[in-house]
């Protein structure tokens, strides 16, 4: 059975920091291209960043770039997002995504709250 478990949300000032984590089981992660995608209140989702299955490559939003910063670690399975310099704009459902060739999978979502 697969599971991508998010992690690491929560509430924040403007201006602050945090790192999702998103712990995938029951796949080969290394396979897997990794995306993380995030949803407002009345908002379609939107795709905030990715990175390739080996890690070499990544692309981001134009809202994000330069502010945030996808990594991944094959050998523990789990893709990262480091938010920096966060905003209210920022604020939303987290959710990642193993985009496979066969398959897809998404997580349940983190909340994330930028807000003072």
């Known amino acids: 059975q697969v599971h991508l478990v998010e992690s690491g949300g929560g509430l924040v000032q403007p201006g602050g920091s945090l790192r999702l984590s998103c712990a995938a089981s029951?796949?080969?992660?290394?396979?897997?291209?990794m995306r993380w995608y995030r949803q407002a209140p009345g908002k379609e989702r939107e795709l905030v960043a990715a990175?390739?299955?080996?890690?070499?490559?990544?692309m981001y939003a134009h809202a994000v770039k330069g502010r945030f910063t996808i990594s991944r670690d094959n050998a523990k399975n789990t893709v990262y997002l480091q938010m920096n310099s966060l905003k209210p704009e920022d604020t939303a459902v987290y959710y990642c995504?193993?985009?496979?060739?066969?398959?897809?999978?998404w997580g349940q979502g983190t909340q994330v709250t930028v807000s003072s």
């Open positions: 995504y193993a985009d496979g060739t066969m398959r897809d999978y």
């Open positions: 029951g796949i080969t992660f290394s396979n897997y291209a």
């Open positions: 990175i390739l299955s080996a890690g070499g490559s990544t």
